[in-house]
């Protein structure tokens, strides 16, 4: 697995452009207008730009590329489902291969069944349930060091709470002081990402080091060492404890540098996959709570009812429900996984619409789950959308914040089961309230971040 990989073959526009139907959209090439209109560049408004003027879907240029923009439940599900075998994962997936290598995330076609076939069993529903006592473990660390009256960086504890649960889970690894390190760098690179995806050629800029890049390399290093020291310890004790880094280890048993870089790929994207969504999940999560008393209160109030002060473990999962749609609406309002991008292999149909191979397809969670034809008010934090009911009154493709398809989350249940535990582990004893004038401000990076992080303080409920 993992050297010489074959990509999906990507075809040439085979028809001249009169004979394409393209949908509306904008006139001028996006590069002039970006400039003038969109400056500083943030994609989200870019495409609420788009929503609000075109609707259902939008086409513009830059450069010689076609790109569009799709906000409809039908196109949504043509693209990721129906049609799913002429698309492949766009540009900014692929430079995010700077980052993560050939992983699951990054990889096509053949390369992409195998790693996701070794990885299943771990993310099997009976296997993720194994990992609950975990994460409530995890959580209580957090939950017995807060200190009453205490301000703290909350979106940074997230991360490295989820960070632990990752490595112990997954890896069977205990990471403790190497959480802050690994924190550090890939935080380093975040704030580098937008950069890199921006700037043509960064691919090899990497590896010619000029000095504005040197700090994302080093980060990079950083990473790499820790991940490095984890497979080399793990093959080193020869002990197999079923996680997903042995299963991982068995499909590659060669220990040749290619295999080694493989391995290092896939287990790269699992932490990075793994974490940091569930971490600004759980962020915006006690933001949205801090906001709106009354839901905090209903989820107090089903805690104690459930759990009567003891911890939370797996069974009681499926009887938290109002902790959970509390989380499924923060994944509303706030996706980690923002919006996802495709290129076209051939040249295809999208209702009315006639578009070349090479079209870029843009879709974005953040705008469509905030269309008020499918959630009136969308502004509004309202967990009773996620009520039996009101899940059933809504249109498929409407709420998609795991993806769908060949390519939806593997993580999903894992990350149901570990935002429930830790929300409820962390809830039964303290509340958080956002720390006056501390600015709160989603920036869009590989996940959707708060900016400014998220400054609360912790109180005894
Ligand atoms: C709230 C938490 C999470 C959200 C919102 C989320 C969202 C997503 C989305 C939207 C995709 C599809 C991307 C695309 O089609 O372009 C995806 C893929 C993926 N996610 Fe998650 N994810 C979460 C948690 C996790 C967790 C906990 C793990 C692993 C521990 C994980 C591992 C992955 C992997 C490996 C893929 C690639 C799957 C493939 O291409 O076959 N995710 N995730």
Request: aromatic content about 10%; overall charge positive.
């Amino acid at each position: 697995m993992g050297t010489a990989v074959r990509q999906p073959e990507v075809q040439a526009p085979s028809r001249e452009p009169r004979d394409y139907r393209f949908p509306p959209g904008f006139q001028r090439n996006l590069i002039w207008y970006a400039l003038r209109k969109f400056r500083p560049v943030n994609p989200i408004v870019l495409f609420q730009h788009l929503a609000e003027t075109y609707g259902d879907i939008a086409h513009y240029k830059i450069g010689r590329h076609h790109i569009v923009f799709l906000n409809h439940p039908e196109y949504i599900r043509e693209v990721l489902v129906v049609q799913n075998d002429n698309f492949i994962k766009e540009r900014t997936v692929q430079r995010s291969k700077m980052l993560l290598g050939e992983g699951m995330i990054t990889a096509e076609g053949a390369e992409h069944r195998a790693q996701r076939q070794t990885a299943q069993p771990s993310f099997h529903r009976q296997r993720v349930a194994e990992y609950g006592s975990i994460m409530v473990e995890e959580a209580c660390r957090n939950r017995d060091s807060w200190r009453a009256g205490e301000q703290r960086d909350i979106a940074a504890d997230m991360m490295h709470l989820t960070l632990n649960v990752v490595a112990r889970t997954l890896f069977a690894t205990d990471l403790r002081q190497e959480v802050y390190e690994l924190a550090a760098a890939i935080n380093r690179i975040m704030g580098l990402y937008n950069f890199l995806v921006m700037l043509p050629a960064a691919e090899w800029l990497v590896h010619l080091r000029p000095p504005g890049l040197a700090a994302f390399v080093r980060a990079r290093n950083r990473i790499d060492a820790v991940v490095y020291r984890m497979i080399d310890g793990h093959r080193r004790s020869g002990l197999d404890r079923g996680s997903l880094l042995d299963l991982m280890l068995a499909a590659s048993p060669a220990n040749d540098e290619a295999s080694r870089q493989s391995l290092r790929d896939q287990v790269i994207t699992i932490f990075l996959a793994g974490y940091e969504t569930v971490a600004n999940a759980l962020s915006w999560t006690w933001y949205l709570l801090s906001q709106n008393p009354d839901c905090e209160l209903r989820l107090h109030d089903e805690l104690e009812r459930v759990l009567q002060s003891r911890l939370p473990t797996t069974e009681d999962v499926p009887r938290l429900r109002y902790t959970e749609m509390v989380l499924a609406e923060s994944l509303r309002l706030y996706p980690p996984a923002w919006a996802m991008g495709r290129y076209a292999r051939n040249d295809f149909a999208l209702g009315d619409f006639f578009l070349p191979a090479r079209t870029t397809v843009l879709i974005s969670q953040f705008i469509t789950h905030r269309d008020p034809r499918y959630f009136p008010d969308p502004p509004r934090f309202d967990p009773d959308r996620f009520s039996a009911e009101g899940k059933s009154r809504r249109a498929k493709f409407t709420y998609f914040p795991f993806g769908a398809g060949v390519r939806q989350c593997i993580g999903e249940s894992f990350a149901w089961m570990e935002g429930v535990l830790i929300l409820a582990t962390l809830a039964q004893k303290w509340k958080l309230r956002l720390v006056p004038g501390h600015r709160v401000e989603p920036q869009p990076l590989i996940t959707l971040r708060p900016k400014y992080g998220m400054r609360m303080q912790v109180e005894l409920r």
